[in-house]
Nanobody, 126 residues
């Protein structure tokens, strides 16, 4: 059974930081991309960041570039999202997801991802 379990969400003031973790289990993800998405109330799920499990190449949405960093720990089978300089508009439920290596073209499209975590709430107060 494939499981992606996020943790690390919470409430923080604007300008603060949080680090999300996504622990993956149930299969080898060595040929996958691991993505981060978020969904705010009344809005569609949007791409935040992704990382290639194979070589660590990272991708970011323009809205978070320079503030968020995604990384992986192969030994722990865990992916991280370090979020700095948080803004009120970053408030959302954050999800991690796994995408078979179809190529980087698909990493920003939620519909192509194969596995999803349950999500973790991030609330940023201004």
């Amino acid at each position: 059974q494939v499981l992606l379990v996020e943790s690390g969400g919470g409430s923080v003031q604007a300008g603060g930081s949080l680090r999300l973790s996504c622990a993956a289990s149930g299969r080898s993800f060595s040929s996958y991309y691991m993505g981060w998405f978020r969904q705010a109330p009344g809005k569609e799920r949007e791409f935040v960041a992704a990382i290639s499990w194979t070589d660590g190449t990272t991708y970011y949405a323009d809205s978070v570039k320079g503030r968020f960093t995604t990384s992986r720990d192969i030994a722990k089978n865990t992916v991280y999202l370090q979020m700095n300089s948080l803004k009120a508009e970053d408030t959302a439920v954050y999800y991690c997801a796994a995408l078979r290596n179809l190529g980087a073209t698909y990493i920003r499209e939620a519909t192509f991802y194969d596995y999803w975590g349950q999500g973790t709430q991030v609330t940023v107060s201004s």
